[in-house]
């Protein structure tokens, strides 16, 4: 195998670098032919109305609505190879931005998530039990440093309830939607107040 030889999707799922949920191996044979491997929605997670993160399965994202979406497989990047991760052109194409995809190093296994806005001018649904395809991922076997080995990769897991609740606490930090027009609502309407003020005591 080369220095920096790309995996065929049956290879990738051999090597136990995508599994399932609980570990198990996915069906190599289904893969065959396949330069990568497409991974399905688990959960998502998005802010209410009141602004509190909320797991579903099944959800349509607002127009300018920013949500995680999370993998339903886990990612294991064994030392030795390198994951790329590109969000699906179907998803791209219907209004869907993903802000967070690209590699994956070493070391990693875990499900896989990306924050998504949706710049389309309609609701946007993902359902789960219809298996919506969101990632692509390819990976790589990559040749080891002059200095390096095997053991010097450092193996960083979660299970997956504790990965969801670090992206549920990572959304609490954002606005529900991208312009944030409830902010903006505001600032307008107390600027709007200032200047009827201002025009008042004149």
Known sequence: MGKHMQLSASE??????????????LRHEHYVGKSSVDLSVGEIIHKDEKGS????EDYEILPQETVYLLSEQFINVKPGYVAYVFLKNRLSQGGL????????DSGFNDP??????????KNIEINSDEKTYFFRVVFH?????EYETLADFESKEYSYDIY?????QDLRALP????????????????????AIGIYTM
């Open 12 to 25: 990738t799922i051999k090597l136990g670098l995508i599994t399932g949920k609980d570990g198990e191996l």
């Open 53 to 56: 993160s909320v797991v579903v």
């Open 97 to 104: 931005l993903a802000l967070n995809t690209g590699i994956i």
């Open 112 to 121: 896989l998530s990306t924050l998504v806005t949706n710049f389309s001018k």
């Open 141 to 145: 076997k990559i040749s080891l440093g």
């Open 164 to 168: 969801k609740k670090y992206r549920k």
């Open 176 to 195: 529900r939607f991208f312009l944030d027009p409830d902010s903006i609502k505001n600032k307008i309407n107390d600027e709007l107040s200032d200047k």
